[in-house]
């Protein structure tokens, strides 16, 4: 099976419109020599959308036809006309002039566009030889399961006021309290100090169930433990048990606890107001499944909309492969 573009007549008209012509052709090409869509962004299916300068929207659409894949270049809009309007009133689900395409965009038009070309798109990428397909399995498989590792999560709470300059000034000795919680005893809302400046000090849940620290909110002087109480709740509550899932769902973000010892990388993070390293449980099921030790786990399909994980458990694959290389 091998992936083609085939540009409608209306889009080649948009294009010249806009003194794109080049420019679309020379991305049907790209495309055609990767042998993939991801060149496109993500966006609503069934289309595909590809941003330009000046505006310029291309918008395509994904076909199979018999045992090959085409990508239809549909229009080119810019963005701020009426018609890239109206495609968007109607949840990018109909492309203004598309219903005037059904001759062309026959099946058996497209075949025969297909059978014309004279110049065949690349083969299909090549399946991983014998020795590539050991590599890809074996840099998981012995490896220790590092996604149900220990969290530190951070509450909105803490996220806001980490950041006021009483604290952001001080963020070094904030990590030796940190630490402690991890081994922690105590049960419920815990506070710790740290030790070169008794003055500052954290509060805290420690939730050895689920193998996390939920951190509350630095402070100053005397511990502001009504208001934690009155804003988390059953968070901070000794008798409420919580799940891994839950957890997270309560944090503003969270990481694994090793990262603290990474000062600078945790210093990062803390003026950071929106990242999260940690993982859901779909995300823990998807990483584990490239872990079948019976050299199943790939090819491994990740799908989602934007903001899904994605790029994150890509990074933590590459991370595991390139330790394991190293």
Request: charged fraction near 30%.
């Amino acid at each position: 099976m091998s992936l083609y573009v085939y540009t409608t007549q209306q889009c080649a008209k948009d294009a010249a419109k806009q003194n794109y012509t080049k420019i679309v052709q020379d991305f049907a090409k790209e495309v055609e020599a990767s042998q993939r869509s991801d060149r496109f962004e993500p966006f609503p299916p069934p289309h595909l959308k590809k941003r330009f300068e000046r505006q310029i929207r291309l918008i395509a659409s994904k076909r199979q036809v018999g045992e090959h894949t085409v990508i239809i270049f549909l229009r080119v809009f810019v963005r701020s006309g009426p018609e890239y309007k109206q495609f968007k009133d109607t949840k990018w689900k109909n492309v203004p002039g598309v219903d005037k395409m059904e001759e062309e965009l026959a099946d058996g038009r497209l075949l025969a566009y297909i059978e014309s070309r004279q110049d065949p798109p690349p083969p299909p990428p090549a399946a991983p030889n014998e020795e590539e397909d050991s590599y890809l399995h074996s840099a998981l498989a012995p490896a220790a399961n590092i996604y149900h590792d220990s969290h530190l999560c951070e509450t909105h709470l803490w996220v806001e006021r980490i950041q006021q300059r009483e604290f952001s000034s001080r963020l070094s000795a904030f990590v030796a309290p940190i630490l402690d919680t991890i081994e922690a005893k105590d049960e419920g809302l815990s506070e710790a100090r740290c030790p070169t400046d008794k003055d500052f000090g954290i509060l805290f849940r420690r939730i050895p169930e689920s193998n996390m620290v939920i951190l509350l909110t630095p402070f100053r002087g005397k511990p502001p433990l009504e208001e934690v109480r009155a804003k988390f709740g059953s968070l901070v509550d000794a008798g409420t048990p919580f799940e891994h899932e839950q957890a997270l769902q309560k944090a503003k973000r969270a990481y694994s606890h090793d990262l603290i010892l990474n000062e600078d990388a945790w210093f990062d993070i803390q003026k950071d107001s929106e990242g999260s390293m940690a993982l859901s449980l779909e995300e823990v099921e998807v990483l584990e499944s490239a872990r079948d030790s019976q050299g199943h786990g790939f090819p491994l399909f990740i799908n989602g909309r934007a903001g899904s994980g994605k790029s994150t458990i890509l990074q933590y694959l590459f991370s595991e492969y390139l330790y394991h290389h190293l």
